[in-house]
């Protein structure tokens, strides 16, 4: 797939450092309640942790108990979503639609009045202070 940010697989190592790589341009996943987004509700922009692009609005966060930072929606426009078969699973993906950055899954099982939940690791955002 094509992004307008385009970067080699070395220029991304070298900016987001190999933790955050791993997450964003290796569909890496961290240990759940190990990110420092998981409990976190100040207000403010959680933005893509490659490329700053703003991804969800504070107010649109919610504690679903999983583990990970998790939205009922993301900012329209944001995030992209791609068919992911892989560990024996039918999912889908949510990535930066700025830099195709993995950001997590969404899931049609959040208990808001969207019925989603995006799953998010925390080292695939920054978090922008109100």
Not at 74 to 82: C, D, E, F, L
């Amino acid at each position: 797939m094509t992004y307008p940010i385009q970067k080699s697989e070395e220029q991304w190592l070298a900016e987001l450092g190999r933790e955050r790589y791993n997450i964003l341009r290796q569909k890496g996943t961290e240990f759940p309640r190990s990110g420092k987004y998981n409990l976190h509700f100040e207000k403010g922009t959680y933005g893509c942790g490659a490329c700053g692009t703003p991804l969800f609005e504070s107010n649109a966060k919610f504690d679903a108990h999983c583990g990970w930072p998790s939205f009922d929606e993301a900012i329209p426009g944001t995030v992209k979503y791609v068919l992911d078969k892989t560990h024996g699973m039918t999912r889908t993906e949510i990535v930066c639609e700025n830099c195709g950055g993995h950001l997590g899954h969404v899931f049609n099982d959040g208990p808001t009045k969207t019925g989603e939940r995006f799953c998010v690791n925390s080292l695939s955002v920054d978090f922008i202070e109100e």
